[in-house]
């Protein structure tokens, strides 16, 4: 499924690869999620629940502790206790083994954070009271590498029962099927940035959320959360005897698309370009750079052979790191450059809640796809807004008037202030995963307008809305009541906004005096308005038509 961003661009592309990055399962013991399924699973495992109190739950959990930093004082395995919100992954990566076929533990990180407690009181009549609370406890991060995923991180609870998070990496797992299969590439910061045979590699990493991949994701879980985590606090017998087992549904994902430069510094213009156009009409209020220590070459394979150490690339990059943002709920949609000749786009979602599919184990390939479409779609709206056009006749016919149904409906009026809003606030809601609502539209006008809640109402929105629609710039999600831009009209109303705003108020400005910026303060752009400006004057004397200087 390829976009329309990357056919654009395709003549100076080497390759492009599709790749799941992140991956984040939970791994839950059901039973202990209840109070009546953990006191079973409390009696299946002492016998009776005679001792379920809180000195005995605290003493599994101070067990768990002492267990493992005897381990790791064994094994020389570092253990590093680390502050709430530290970057855990960067300390990770300076204890990175440099064996190339090391597997197992190579370091423990113990922090605080927010988790599960049972707390046990006792009745009035006798028996056993179990509730929920959510504190501060302990967690401890396994960092691991498998032989199939490469680095992997478990993060597991201290207290019963036990929940857990395991972190892969899809890139990692890409890269080592690709070496499995002989592949020659190169590999900086979590992408591919030269390849010899980029179709291969697409190849192999459209099999990374192909059906069989749930059976190895369940496989690398079982593999290191019974032997190298839970067996710390619960022997295989324990296990057995109270049927303690995991069961694994999604919570975080990332899917990327990744176009590779044929010449670093066509994708740096690419790149800024694409931002410069589309940064008015999506309102990003903020775009983020991480400045490098180089330039990016103008021949590629500069560092061909060498790899970028990774102590530079977390604390500063190569090169300068521009990343913008759209965020809708828990869906973020990213745009950035990655390596010396990477751009990357990107969707995340943060809770697996936000996705129509289910979130069990078994549904992760439809998951995917619905993260596909949503970046696919993200990328359409891109190259409408980064190739605007106007249609022949739609200058001539954008104000008269249409209909919608059996309503008929005034034309647009590029003049109204309002209306040019409700068409940057629609182009602005374009990527939003699932379409806007007329309430959404009818906030997003204020907030660029700046009115308050009462002056532009929903019913205001669904006015202007339907004069979009007449043209067909805008249309109805199936039978629900949320809507989208089509491609044309996204296309039309960027170029018309676009027009009014960089050309033709720069040519009206040539018929009055204002006052310029210096030489030195000038940029391109400012000189180019100056050179047509200058023409403008030349043109407006030959018509008749007099201005005061």
């Known amino acids: 499924m390829n976009d329309q961003l990357t056919e654009i661009y395709t003549g100076l592309l080497a390759g492009h690869y599709d790749c799941p990055d992140r991956i984040v399962l939970n791994a839950y013991f059901r039973m202990g999620h209840t109070p009546g399924g953990f006191r079973t699973w409390w009696r299946s495992l002492n016998g009776d629940d005679d001792n379920l109190d809180k000195t005995h739950l605290m003493r599994f959990s101070s067990r768990f502790t002492r267990r493992v930093k005897a381990y790791t004082d064994k094994h020389n395995i570092p253990l590093v206790y680390c502050r709430?919100?530290?970057?855990?992954?960067?300390?990770?990566?300076?204890?990175?083994?440099?064996?190339?076929?090391?597997?197992?533990?190579?370091?423990?990180?113990?922090?605080?954070?927010?988790?599960?407690?049972?707390?046990?009181?006792?009745?009035?009549?006798?028996?056993?009271?179990?509730?929920?609370?959510?504190?501060?406890?302990?967690?401890?991060?396994?960092?691991?590498?498998?032989?199939?995923?490469?680095?992997?991180?478990?993060?597991?609870?201290?207290?019963?029962?036990?929940?857990?998070?395991?972190?892969?990496?899809?890139?990692?797992?890409?890269?080592?099927?690709?070496?499995?299969?002989?592949?020659?590439?190169?590999?900086?910061?979590?992408?591919?940035?030269?390849?010899?045979?980029?179709?291969?590699?697409?190849?192999?990493?459209?099999?990374?959320?192909?059906?069989?991949?749930?059976?190895?994701?369940?496989?690398?879980?079982?593999?290191?959360?019974?032997?190298?985590?839970?067996?710390?606090?619960?022997?295989?017998?324990?296990?057995?005897?109270?049927?303690?087992?995991?069961?694994?549904?999604?919570?975080?994902?990332?899917?990327?698309?990744?176009?590779?430069?044929?010449?670093?510094?066509?994708?740096?213009?690419?790149?800024?370009?694409?931002?410069?156009?589309?940064?008015?009409?999506?309102?990003?209020?903020?775009?983020?750079?991480?400045?490098?220590?180089?330039?990016?070459?103008?021949?590629?394979?500069?560092?061909?052979?060498?790899?970028?150490?990774?102590?530079?690339?977390?604390?500063?990059?190569?090169?300068?790191?521009?990343?913008?943002?759209?965020?809708?709920?828990?869906?973020?949609?990213?745009?950035?450059?990655?390596?010396e000749n990477v751009l990357r786009a990107e969707a995340v979602v943060h809770n697996a809640k936000a996705l129509k599919s289910k979130r069990s184990l078994q549904h992760f390939p439809t998951a995917l796809t619905e993260l596909r479409t949503l970046l696919i779609r993200f990328l359409n709206q891109l190259a409408c807004l980064d190739c605007s056009f106007v249609a022949d006749d739609t200058l001539d016919t954008i104000g008269q008037a249409t209909r919608v149904g059996k309503a008929r409906v005034a034309g647009i009026d590029l003049n109204n202030v309002r209306l040019r809003t409700v068409m940057h606030a629609v182009i602005a809601l374009a990527p939003t995963p699932r379409g806007f609502s007329v309430a959404e539209l009818a906030a997003k006008v204020r907030n660029l307008l700046g009115w308050s809640s009462d002056r532009y109402l929903s019913r205001h929105a669904a006015y202007d809305l339907k004069k979009l629609r007449g043209k067909l710039w805008v249309t109805m999600i199936g039978k629900s009541r949320r809507y989208e831009p089509t491609s044309l009209g996204l296309k039309t109303m960027a170029a018309l906004l676009t027009l009014r705003t960089k050309i033709l108020k720069p040519f009206l400005a040539a018929a009055q005096a204002f006052p310029t910026n210096s030489s030195e303060q000038q940029t391109d752009i400012d000189i180019q308005y100056g050179k047509v400006q200058s023409e403008m004057l030349a043109l407006l004397q030959l018509l008749g038509i007099s201005f005061q200087p």
């Open 84 to 339: 709430p919100r530290e970057r855990k992954h960067e300390l990770a990566v300076q204890h990175l083994p440099t064996e190339p076929h090391f597997s197992g533990l190579f370091l423990v990180i113990i922090s605080r954070a927010n988790g599960l407690v049972w707390d046990v009181r006792p009745t009035n009549c006798g028996g056993l009271h179990l509730s929920k609370n959510y504190r501060f406890i302990n967690h401890i991060f396994f960092h691991i590498i498998d032989p199939e995923w490469g680095h992997i991180t478990i993060r597991m609870s201290s207290h019963p029962p036990f929940s857990a998070m395991v972190i892969l990496n899809g890139h990692e797992f890409v890269a080592r099927q690709a070496k499995q299969a002989g592949l020659d590439f190169q590999q900086t910061s979590n992408c591919f940035t030269d390849i010899m045979q980029p179709a291969d590699l697409a190849q192999i990493a459209d099999t990374s959320y192909a059906p069989h991949t749930i059976g190895q994701l369940r496989q690398v879980c079982n593999r290191w959360l019974y032997s190298a985590c839970l067996h710390f606090v619960l022997s295989e017998v324990e296990r057995e005897r109270s049927r303690f087992a995991y069961q694994y549904s999604l919570f975080q994902m990332e899917y990327s698309r990744n176009l590779i430069f044929k010449n670093p510094s066509q994708m740096e213009q690419v790149f800024n370009a694409l931002i410069d156009r589309s940064r008015t009409h999506l309102t990003l209020e903020r775009i983020k750079t991480i400045f490098g220590r180089k330039r990016r070459p103008h021949r590629k394979g500069r560092f061909k052979g060498q790899r970028v150490p990774e102590e530079r690339i977390f604390e500063t990059p190569e090169y300068d790191l521009t990343i913008f943002k759209i965020h809708f709920g828990s869906v973020t949609l990213k745009l950035y450059t990655k390596g």
